[in-house]
Each structure stands twice: as structure tokens, then as C-alpha cells.
């Protein structure tokens, strides 16, 4: 959990001003008694209005002092989380992911929609405690941030946003914000719909 309040504490030292607005905006709607701290109900009330999954795990590990609420340093980690598409939990014994997990490269890579990710903590893909599709191969997810440089490089121009897509997925899972990964800023990228097939993690 360190690890990502670091990251989460770097994320926002870099937002522009106007986010930062918004991440105080948020934490003031979350506070409903306005006491300045989150208390549980109050998490809770503020995930389930937007349909976001709920997580009582993750507010008992953002709670860093331990005291049952969320200050604003606290919570800054959960407007990471949650901008940052960061917000994912072991398929099978349904921890938050705080640190590094695994996930299956043929479902991330996936390009229909409706087949999500399937991730798993490093205790459960050790133990081998989950279920998942045979032949399926799993990489963790630094691994898979890498292997998803090749694909952007490797692929013919008109192929590119699909792979740019993939990437800022990759980019995702490992708790990245994507913000300013736009076609014009990467070189050359230009906007096409051919299928790319993101393979790899092959290490595993
Ligand atoms: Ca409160
Ligand atoms: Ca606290
Ligand atoms: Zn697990
Ligand atoms: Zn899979």
C-alpha cells in the first residue's frame, strides 16, 4: 500500500491546479456531515451513487493512522485510484491489488469490451487458488507495461490506435495516469480500426 500512496501523493503534486480543485471538490461531496474526514457510510453512500464498486477493503487500507476515517491526505489515494482506473482487486480472494499482481495478457489484450480483465493477487496466482480459461497466460503487471511497448512500435500506422488503446491500459494497470497520452503527442500515431492482437509475456 505504500507504494501506491507514493504514487497517489506524485499523481497529485503533478495535477494542474484545476484538478486539484476537483480532487477537493470530490472529498467535500464525499464528506457529508462536513466534518472534514470520510467516515465509512460516507464512502460508501459516495461509491454507490456513481455505481462504482464498492470496496470496504479499500477503505480499511487507505485508512493509514488506522482511526476509522479519511482525511484528505488519505483520500487522496482513492481519487487516484479511482481516476487512474487503479481501483482493481484480486479476482479471486477479492483483496485490493495495492502492489504487484498478475493478470491474464490473452483477457487484458482483448479488444471487445465486454470480456474485462481478470486479475489475481500474487498469493492467489503463487497458491494457484483461481479459476480461469486454459492456455490462458498470466504476467504481472510491470511485465505486461512493458510488453506493450513492442505491439505500439512493431504496428503499421493505421493499426496504431487500437495498440494505442492497449497501452493505455498497460498504462493503467500499472497505476499510471493516461492523461496526456493523446495520438498527437506520441509521434505519428494516426487513427485507424485494424485488429491488433497484443501476445507476449512469454517470460512467465
Ligand atoms: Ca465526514
Ligand atoms: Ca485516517
Ligand atoms: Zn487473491
Ligand atoms: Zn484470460
Redesign the pocket.
Known sequence: MEEIRRAAGAYYENLPDEEKRNARFSFNEMDKNKDG?INLDEYVEYLKKDNNTVLPSLFTAL?????????FD?AIVLYYTMQSGRAIICQSCKTFLAGAYFTCSQCFFNDDDSVSTFDVCCDCYGGKKFRHNDGHIFCDNYTLLRQSRSPIQAAPIKKRTKVLNILKRGMQVAGITSSDLQPSNIGGIITGDDEVRGNGCSIM
Open positions: 474526514k485508512d493509514k493512522d488506522g482511526n476509522g476515517t479519511l482525511d488519505e
